[in-house]
């Protein structure tokens, strides 16, 4: 048998149901309301492999790759997936999947992948393989095998890689649930994720199918519902002026307007509000942990897509969090992003550790993304690289002269001397960035080391400082590359990962929608994309606590001295590089942190305060060069000054001072 309803399906079936198969038919026995559907189990593709003879030729191929080099990922991919796609399903199964369609009587289903590893937490694959909605009878068996093929994209085979799963044996079931036409949706979690608090649990609703809230595009209501006593303590109304509807023709989505007074109304009364909780509170006493889940109503029914298990919230008194810091803020692309990640988690030198977690934070076009690390992580590699320098002969010298020939042959692009005219130099390109990466990272870390020497901190910082301008030279060249080659994506490059703009010509309408989606923020956390409004949902799952300040009531702002002085000025707060026409002669500059392109404006401010950044950061040298005052690491500086705010730097004792708010 190649196929269960869910009915037929427990969670003690995840190896045959994979994660997401195993937890619909265990909420499907505890009488949750879920909508009908069946998996096509992990033996279906196994069979497929064996009948179409393609084990040993994708074996063969996983085996060719490099995972450290990102272009042989790519290359197995495609091929592995190519091979699979053009493979023609075994008749049997191909039977059995149209008999068990026919069965659910449901003109529209979603066609979602459920990946299994042996020894493994399924939730390791969450968001890594592909889902396809508003599938019908005529394109399910295509969608059933893109699911298949999608356990070998570039991010999954990776993963393999990254997590240690490429010796054990994985496969992948196949989930198809009948499509709920959502009056609204939303998500919803059992235990408050950011107050932590067990006694309380939050919704959030939109109108329309869920796919709006997950892809960040409207801004949800959200509730917040006390357990004990049973009552709801908090209503946050968003207006909603549109919402995501299946589209006419059946295919696809489309947006449609909501006008007034609905847009601004509450999606849910007060009584659903109660009622959805009851559910939620079911499904939390039946696993006896906490969950995030996502719901849907239709016809007066609430009804549960998906529930994922959060079971280290359960420790009731215990911090099993892992705090995370806001190392950075800057207007980074999501091209960027993805080789910080795979530069710092795959690396190619033995010369620090590769980094277990990082989270990037992107709060839309223009926006400045937030670079998180864990605490712990961050303390060690400041201090193991400062006393390798320290106590390995030639560790530095190794360093810098890599780090020299590699920023040698990129320097005529980053100086803008060289355009990238071609994919293969774009390919080219990408590949000595990642190289690049390492030895830059460890030339930057090792000024703000204090287990390395004065002597290599002084180098560093001095090598640091006559490259420290090129640093972004990245983000303009992939908007330059695609702005060049393909205008009509200029306005969407930034939010592109490296394997869409090398498969530029090949994207379809679905995934330039989720381009586009983007522009709203994203979270790229350990090599996954997710929708901005899943931040929450990400650090209950994961558990990390971010590291956000406390803004405190007071009129003065402490910070640290970069450079002395003491001035008084009107306050401009720079959000990002648009935002800079707005300085003008004699501004006091609030931001979190500059960079080489605030430069020309710097030269007309009389001082500069930032959230962020050490006594060697970009801010501190750039103000001590020209002779004005700074403060910086005031952590909350631009969450409180406003445009015009009247205030005193006093940098020789690192204070903000507000003499009058405008």
């Known amino acids: 048998m190649f196929v269960k309803f869910f009915s037929q399906i427990s969670k003690t079936d995840a190896a045959i149901a994979g994660g997401k198969g195993a937890s619909l038919g265990e909420m499907t026995h505890a009488g949750i309301p879920v909508p009908p559907g069946f998996i096509i189990l992990s033996n279906a593709f196994e069979r497929f492999l064996d009948e179409t003879d393609l084990n040993v030729e994708i074996d063969t191929i996983l085996h060719s790759i490099d995972h450290r080099e990102m272009h042989t990922v790519e290359h197995a991919s495609e091929k592995i997936q190519t091979l699979i796609l053009n493979a023609k399903m075994p008749k049997d199964i191909a039977a059995e999947v149209k008999q068990f369609y026919k069965k659910l009587d449901a003109q529209y289903v979603a066609v979602r992948s459920s990946a299994t590893a042996e020894d493994s937490a399924s939730a390791a694959w969450a968001g890594q393989l592909d889902s396809f909605l508003n599938t019908n009878e005529e394109t399910l068996l295509t969608n059933v095998q893109k699911c298949w093929a999608s356990l070998f994209t570039p991010r999954a085979i990776f993963y393999r890689f990254e997590k240690e799963l490429h010796k054990q044996k994985i496969s992948v079931a196949v989930v198809v649930q009948k499509m709920v036409e959502s009056e609204c949706s939303g998500i919803a979690f059992s235990v408050h994720p950011v107050t932590e608090d067990q006694n309380q649990l939050i919704i ?27 009552r709801i303590i908090d209503i946050n109304i968003s207006t909603q002026t549109r919402s995501l509807i299946r589209a006419n023709s059946g295919i696809g989505n489309e947006w449609k307007d909501i006008p007034e007074p609905k847009a601004s109304s509450q999606v849910l009364t007060e009584k659903q509000i109660l009622e959805l909780s009851e559910l939620i509170l079911r499904i939390e006493n039946h696993y006896d942990f906490s969950c995030d889940i996502e719901w849907a109503f239709e016809g007066g029914r609430f009804y549960i897509v998906q529930s994922r298990p959060i079971t280290t919230l359960a420790h009731k008194g215990k911090d099993i969090f892992t705090t995370m810091v806001n190392m950075q803020s800057r207007e980074h692309s999501l091209t960027y992003c993805h080789v910080w990640q795979i530069a710092n988690q795959t690396q190619t030198r033995d010369w620090f550790e590769s980094v277990k977690n990082i989270l990037f934070v992107n709060n839309g076009a223009h926006k400045k993304t937030r670079v998180w690390y864990c605490q712990n992580e961050l303390d060690d590699i400041f201090i193991n690289t400062g006393t390798r320098a320290k106590n390995e002969k030639g560790f530095f010298e190794k360093v810098s002269k890599e780090f020299i020939s590699l920023t040698d042959e990129l320097l005529p692009y980053c100086e803008g001397k060289k355009k990238i005219k071609s994919l293969k130099e774009w390919k080219w390109f990408y590949k000595k960035w990642i190289e690049w990466w390492t030895p830059m990272a460890i030339i930057f870390v090792l000024p703000e080391s204090k287990t390395a020497p004065e002597s290599i901190r002084g180098k560093a910082l001095e090598l640091r400082a006559k490259t420290e301008k090129y640093s972004d030279s990245g983000d303009r060249l992939v908007m330059e590359y695609v702005h060049m080659h393909y205008p009509q994506y200029t306005e969407l490059a930034e939010f592109m990962t490296p394997d869409e703009i090398l ?28 929708a901005r409004n899943e931040l929450n949902s990400i650090a209950a799952k994961y558990q990390i606590r971010l590291d956000e300040p406390r803004i405190q009531s007071s009129s003065e702002i402490k910070g640290s001295c970069a450079s002395r002085g003491k001035v008084t000025g009107s306050a401009v707060v720079i959000y990002g590089k648009k935002d800079l026409v707005r300085v003008t002669q004699n501004s006091i500059i609030v931001t979190e942190m500059t960079s080489p392109d605030y430069v020309p404006y710097l030269k007309k401010v009389k001082a500069i305060v930032t959230d962020e950044g050490g006594v060697n950061c970009h801010a501190a040298i750039v103000s001590r060069e020209m002779g004005i ?20 730097v006093d940098a020789d004792r690192g204070v903000v001072r507000i003499i009058n708010k405008s």
């Open 204 to 230: 959030e609703a939109g109108f329309g199918l869920g796919e709006a809230i997950v892809s960040g595009s409207i801004t949800p209501d959200s509730y917040v519902i006390e357990k004990e006593p049973r």
């Open 503 to 530: 498969h530029i010509d090949e994207l379809t309408d679905g995934q330039i929608n989720e381009i586009k989606d983007r522009q709203n923020g994203y979270v790229f956390f350990n090599g996954t994309l997710y």
């Open 629 to 648: 005052p700074c403060v910086i690491g005031t952590k909350f500086a631009t969450q409180v000054l406003k445009d015009g705010d009247k205030v005193e």
